[in-house]
């Protein structure tokens, strides 16, 4: 039979009773022992059958690593701050909190200056992380007492440690990062593995304290990875419930009234509601954060110490019904759940025969909306667009998803396709609580006759076929294109919430004429027609392109530092003058990847690929002095000794200077055919840093039609928006880390 008197350092009841445990294992019927920690005292003894536990303390310990953990370096993980991180621990000083953590560092400033990181201890609320700031208790191997031993001991960490083998496996990418999740589950993921892995009850002990909250584990199945979480049980239950398993389709609720949280998981035609139920300590933090003043920001810092020590209250638990069925499966993941938890959204794909051996797609975007309020929640589903059809050639425009499987990207449209004019939903997530949605857009284009597009003055008629006489302004380069009649095509767009691509062209061919002028630059400067000062004060001098090339800048020009004249002879003007008949083939390429590990991420790149073959083309070289008069401006400046010296001439010609493509031939060349290809488009990775540029390489697995798979790309992402870290290896500058680390990695705590 256990007694216990406690008065404060609940943490230490674990220790309290690995101490008790310890004196039975060496045989003792009788027996006392005492300790003493920085914040609390304790003394156990047994006698017989009963053990006596009583610990008295002024305050209470919580603990989570919150950064990146590097498992690549050593066994034991290392941590490394992100942006965020770095910036929190600004004005943490050694061993500040009255020595009680001097081996420490802390913050003073009390409960609203910045506390909820390391170890937490409480009341008042302060926050404490290890002098050297790359433990993590979280993925640490066991210790090992040094042999000869010590007094007191010294400790090693052991060389193998199965629980640690075990937690590296499934936080890293070979398992289920916590990115696989939406919503408030990543974060209540980042923080269970950002739990320590060991306790002890002292910085010296070697003897771990006895676990009071279940870790979880990986669930093995070889479909999307979900984790088996074990069930909360209270100090007085005689009952002992099954875990319960969270996959990519949970969500969990905060009710920032109470500080509670539930979890939900989708199962068929209702929603498993759970309370979540923290440590003893978790707890009594929940309800002491809730009458503190603290920002946003740091509530939820303190949300996630609480989550990192809940686990579900099976025994309380709440079947909400749905009043349908409902799957969840879709593009690799299932339902992504709002930030508030109060909807999850899931756009489902399904195929159908278009005839003549093509397939297309219909998609269908449906959502579950929780009522939070009275007794119990209620739920209800509905559907916010579809069914829609659409199609795309996967020859030219692939889209693929997580095969989870094979660890392959499955191309997720048939392999031949009949395109149509469409609009569609395709995927979707919060980024908090904003829904992001991909879409397909394809329009058809009908052939169109022949016509001509013309810079202003450089042709006389707007009518394909007509003159063309090479007008251009100042030194603006010109053109005109002469094209015959195209034919029919399709043009699509993909996008999704700050990127779309440009209009995509497929199939078009385009065959025509072209003149340009360019290169155009000055060869002999005007000569000034006045040196001397034309004014005094100050003077405004306008320049540019008028319409329809531009507007005019403004220069405001002071004497007598500054001084213009005006009134210049014709400059001479160089410039090429380039003819030529070409076929154009307008295709694109486009790769949509919905990545692996994040749930709230996808690649986007798509590009116009013109292919322009030229031949018979001319170009020649002219001078030219016939471009009108120049209102080209000088500066002088004024010189000791000497007076006012005319100084070079300031901006370019003013006014509208037109000419037709003539003068004095330069020189006069026949290229050979050629053949050019001009790429234009986007490529980027939306996610919780909204668009970041990627660079995805060659995809040519995404355009070989006759296969089914295609290479994969992984993205790790945090829970934060206004300070998000996003990893993708190569492809993206990181966001939130000074570098790229390599795998494996874990992101933890609050990040």
């Known amino acids: 039979m256990e007694h216990k008197l406690i008065t404060g350092g609940f943490q230490y009841l674990p220790h309290a009773r690995s101490r008790i445990k310890a004196m039975r294992a060496a045989g003792l019927a009788y027996g006392a022992e005492s300790f003493t920690f920085p914040d609390a ?99 640490e191997p066991v210790r090992e007492a ?59 002990s070697v003897t771990p304290a006895e676990e009071s909250v279940g870790s979880p584990t990986l669930v093995s199945d070889g479909g999307i990875p979900s984790l088996s979480i074990p069930s909360y049980r209270a100090a007085d239950a005689g009952t002992n419930y099954p875990p319960v398993t969270i996959t990519t389709s949970s969500g969990v609720r905060f009710d920032p009234e109470t500080g509670e949280h539930w979890l939900m998981n989708v199962n068929g035609g209702h929603l498993d509601v759970y309370p979540l139920k923290s440590s003893t300590v978790g707890e009594t933090l929940r309800k002491y954060a809730l009458a503190l003043e603290l920002s946003e920001s740091d509530r939820e810092k303190i949300e996630a110490f609480v989550l990192a020590y809940s686990l579900p209250d099976v025994a309380n638990k709440i079947a909400v019904p749905l009043g349908t069925e409902v799957t969840s499966y879709a593009m690799g993941y299932g339902w992504h759940w709002n930030w508030s938890g109060d909807a999850a959204d899931i756009v489902l794909l399904s195929g159908f025969y278009q005839g003549g051996g093509d397939y297309a797609m219909e998609s269908t975007h449906r959502r579950i909306s929780v009522v939070w309020g009275g007794d119990e929640p209620t739920a209800s589903v509905s559907t916010v667009e579809g069914p829609s059809q659409w199609a795309v050639n996967r020859l030219w425009w692939c889209i693929t998803e997580p095969g989870w499987g094979t660890g392959d990207a499955i191309k997720t449209t048939p392999r031949n396709s009949a395109p149509f004019a469409c609009d569609a939903p395709v995927y979707c997530f919060y980024k908090r609580d904003e829904l992001q949605v991909f879409r397909v857009s394809v329009s058809e284009v009908a052939a169109e006759p022949p016509t001509r597009e013309v810079t202003p003055y450089f042709a006389s008629s707007s009518t394909y076929g007509g003159p063309v006489e090479g007008g251009t302004a100042g030194l603006l380069s010109g053109y005109c294109e002469d094209r015959q009649t195209t034919i029919a095509h399709i043009v699509g767009t993909f996008s999704c919430g700050p990127v779309s691509t440009p209009a995509l062209t497929l199939g078009n061919v385009v065959a025509g004429s072209r003149w340009e002028v360019a290169d155009k630059q000055v060869i002999t400067e005007p000569i000034a027609a006045s040196t001397t000062p034309v004014w005094s004060g100050v003077y405004t001098i306008y320049y540019g392109y008028g319409p329809p090339y531009g507007t005019y800048d403004r220069i405001d020009i002071a004497s007598p530092s500054a001084i213009a004249v005006s009134n210049d002879s014709p400059p001479v003007i160089r410039f090429s003058w380039t003819t030529y008949d070409f076929t154009r083939t307008e295709n694109s390429l486009a790769e949509i990847v919905v990545p692996f590990y994040d749930s709230e991420a996808i690649f986007i790149r798509g590009r116009n690929v013109f292919t322009t073959v030229k031949t018979s083309e001319r170009v020649r070289v ?40 003539s003068g004095s031939l330069v020189s006069d060349t026949y290229p050979p055919t050629s053949t050019t290809v001009d790429e234009s488009g986007v490529s980027s990775l939306v996610s919780k840093a909204g668009a970041t540029d990627a660079d995805l390489g060659e995809m040519a697995s995404y355009h070989q039609n006759d296969q089914d798979v295609a290479g994969s790309f992984g993205v790790l992402s945090g829970v934060s928006v206004s300070s998000p870290v996003v990893m993708a290896g190569d492809t993206i500058t990181p966001v939130g880390v000074p570098q790229n680390y390599p795998s494996p990695v874990v992101m933890v705590g609050w990040i």
């Open 622 to 661: 002219y001078d030219n002095n016939a471009f009108g008069t120049a209102m080209s401006w000088y500066q002088y400046s004024l010189v000791s000794g000497i007076g006012l010296v005319l100084g070079p001439r300031i901006g370019p010609y003013t006014a509208y200077i037109a000419s037709n493509a």
């Open 41 to 139: 005292t304790g003394f156990v003894r047994i006698v017989g059958e009963h053990s006596y536990i009583r610990i008295s303390g002024g305050g209470q310990q919580i603990s989570m690593d919150s950064g990146i953990i590097d498992l690549a370096s050593a066994f034991a993980g290392q941590r490394v701050d992100t942006t965020s991180t770095a910036e929190y621990l600004d004005g943490y000083v050694l061993g500040a909190a009255d020595g009680a953590w001097e081996a420490w560092r802390s913050k003073p400033g009390g409960p609203t200056a910045g506390q909820a990181i390391g170890t937490i201890s409480f009341p008042p609320l302060a926050g404490h992380i290890r002098d050297d700031l790359t433990r993590a208790p979280s993925f």
């Open 146 to 204: 040094v042999e000869p031993a010590t007094d007191p001991p010294t400790w090693q960490y052991a060389e193998q440690d199965d629980a640690l083998t075990a937690k590296r496996y499934m936080a890293s990418t070979s398992g289920c990062p916590p990115s696989i999740f939406t919503g408030r589950t990543r974060l209540y993921v980042q923080a269970m593995y950002g739990r320590p892995l060991h306790r002890y009850g002292s910085e010296s």
